[in-house]
């Protein structure tokens, strides 16, 4: 079986933290979630090296941020993550709440998606 092959399905709910359904909703259930992440590398590029110069301090409303730290927090939030992933391969408990791998890993690809789409909806399409 190669690298492409391996199929990791969705998580249970009780494998992930409840405000983290936000983020695995945007992944489909067809087990690639390696696939996935692989495409956001190139989507991702694609969309940040298209953002006009005018828009990176933009703000859609007072409080929010902008779309340069937007990109932070993601990167921030991909590092906490993975390695959290890395620790629960040994035992999987963060904040009080008990997540799986498979969880984490949903959650680090669906987190990223929720971020940029909201930059597309938010700040790109004014």
Not at 8 to 30: C, F, G, Q, R, T
Not at 36 to 58: C, F
Request: charged share 25%; proline share 4%.
């Amino acid at each position: 079986m190669s690298k492409k092959d391996i199929q990791i399905s969705k998580p249970n709910a009780d494998e992930y933290p409840a405000y983290a359904a936000m983020y695995i909703k945007w992944l489909p259930d067809d087990g690639r979630i390696l696939q996935h992440m692989r495409d956001q590398v190139a989507k991702t590029g694609q969309l940040v090296s298209g953002i006009p110069d005018e828009k990176w301090n933009y703000v859609y409303a007072p409080g929010k941020w902008t779309i340069k730290e937007v990109l932070v927090h993601i990167i921030d939030d991909e590092r906490i993550y993975a390695y959290r992933a890395l620790r629960f391969g040994r035992k999987g408990t963060a904040n009080n709440n008990v997540s799986s791998v498979r969880g984490l890993l949903y959650h680090l690809a669906g987190h990223e998606l929720h971020h940029l789409e909201i930059i597309k909806e938010k700040y790109l399409s004014v």
